[in-house]
């Protein structure tokens, strides 16, 4: 088994869930759990320097094996958290050797399978080895892919100090899956130069724009009466909720966009006759057409009110986090040391954008360029999620990679 597999299936079975809405930092003190592994294991590599602070942040550097020149450092990071609305506990991996292209079964117990017909992605990789979940929790490899994968190029050019490179520097995050991932983290004490995130994407991509992304919080004041008699007088917050929702573009769902395409997200809705709330996350590429979103869910809860005649419905939209291009394209050189390193490990490199968001797209504005790197991994946040092995190790040999480009710069 190769090394950045053995690593990953250590990491995946510490359960790291993240929580929303969490007072504390990290959001659960489990995330500590994988953190105080990560630092043991930088030091037994050699990383004397490898610490995990109050705030779950485990860094580490890498010294240069050139002396004399001015090389550019270069930080690698990854988070440790997993998706807050899928169990991370108990994950179970199958191996699919030589995947035939025909439906995985994850659960035949539970009658729970993966089609290529519902999961296209399968089609790509007739022949390699798949790593898929049980399908009873999600796998991790969002992004505990990322985090093994930059391990196992360490302990490799630790293993190989003829390699040439500059002072690398690890950054190892909670949260990220909760959107606060980098709230405390500290830019100059880490004191990189440009960073990339080793974070989703599937192998070869090299991604430098992700959405602009709000979240948006629905209260909903409703007025319950007995339903015998009701009329003319109950005002069912479930029901005007619905009626909120029906006004947003059906079409602007993330079950019907992609690419550059953004879209209104419901991910919760509950309550009663009485007070109920949504919870909406907004995103969107362009900056003009994320601030008309924006406008338009305001629009809605306007709508909403002169209808009823009443402050029925109040709407808080909140930004989260905007889109890394405009911070990464001020310094080219970071995009096409990632791109020449696909190419060298025999890739044709892919530039596609990030449906979402990473540590890197706020870092880039905290003023640490941070585009992002593959990891391998497809269908994220749930038991659908799978890896293929080949690409784990594509992605250990674009970051030793990238290492030995950085020292040339």
Not at 181 to 193: C, I, L, M, R, S
Not at 204 to 229: L, T
Not at 289 to 303: S, T
């Amino acid at each position: 088994m190769h090394p950045v597999v053995e690593r990953f299936i250590r990491y995946i079975k510490i359960d790291t869930q993240s929580g929303r809405k969490a007072e504390s930092f990290p959001s659960t003190q489990k995330q500590f759990n994988l953190a105080n592994l990560l630092v043991e294991e930088l030091k037994e590599l050699g990383l004397e320097d490898a610490a995990v602070d109050q705030f779950g942040y485990v860094t580490a550097t890498l010294p240069a094996t050139v002396e004399g020149k001015d090389i550019p450092v270069v930080g690698f990071l990854a988070h440790m958290d997993t998706s807050p609305d899928f169990s991370g506990e108990g994950i179970n991996p199958q191996f699919i050797e030589d995947y035939d292209g025909g439906t995985v079964v994850l659960n035949a117990e539970k009658e729970i399978f993966m089609s290529p017909e519902a999961f296209p992605a399968l089609k790509k990789y007739v022949g390699k080895t798949l790593i898929t979940t049980d399908g009873t929790t999600l796998l991790g490899a969002d992004d505990k892919a990322g985090i093994a994968e930059i391990m196992t190029a360490l302990a490799h050019l630790l293993e190989h100090p003829e390699i040439e490179h500059g002072t690398i520097k690890i950054g190892f995050t909670p949260d990220e899956e909760v959107g606060t991932g980098v709230d405390h983290f500290n830019v100059e004490k880490f004191g990189a130069d440009f960073a990339y995130t080793v974070d989703g994407g599937e192998v070869g991509e090299v991604q430098y724009e992700n959405f602009n992304a709000a979240g948006a919080e629905i209260s909903i004041h409703g007025r319950n009466v007995h339903p015998g008699k009701a009329k003319l007088k109950m005002r069912n917050a479930l029901l005007i909720g619905m009626e909120f929702n029906d006004l947003l573009p059906v079409f602007e769902r993330p079950e019907f966009t992609e690419k550059y395409e953004g879209f209104y997200h419901l991910f919760l809705f509950g309550g009663t006759v009485e007070e109920a709330s949504m919870t909406y996350i907004i995103r969107d590429h362009d900056q003009e057409r994320f601030e008309e979103k924006k406008r338009l869910i305001h629009k809605a809860g306007d709508f909403i009110n002169e209808k009823y005649k009443d402050k029925i419905i109040e709407v808080e939209v909140t930004d989260q986090y905007y889109n890394m291009r405009e911070e990464v394209v001020k310094h080219p050189e970071i995009m096409e040391i990632a791109i020449q390193a696909v190419k060298d490990v025999g890739l044709k490199p892919k530039i596609d954008p990030v449906r979402g968001g990473t540590d890197g797209s706020r870092l880039s504005y905290m003023g640490l360029p941070t585009p992002n790197i593959f990891t391998g991994g497809h269908y994220g946040h749930g038991k659908f999620e799978f890896i293929p092995t080949f690409a784990m190790e594509k992605a250990v040999e674009t970051l030793v990679a990238i290492s030995k480009l950085v020292a040339k710069v």
